[in-house]
């Protein structure tokens, strides 16, 4: 025979609507690193559609 039992808690009862989450303001560093990420996939975007001249493509499997 158990010295001890557990009991069961239920989770509380909710009520009422949650109020909306607050949207912060990104930081000023986050701004600029997804400026240089735009940047850098605009690039990446244009040299996929102009060939280098000199390189093989790549074969395909």
């Known amino acids: 025979m158990p010295a001890f039992t557990f009991e069961k808690i239920s989770p509380p009862v909710p009520r009422g609507p949650v109020a909306p989450i607050e949207q912060k303001q990104r930081g000023v560093i986050v701004q ?19 060939e280098t001249p000199g390189r093989d493509p790549a074969p395909s499997k």
């Open 32 to 50: 600029m690193l997804d400026r240089f990420v735009e940047a850098r996939a605009r690039r990446a975007a244009s040299q996929d559609k102009v």
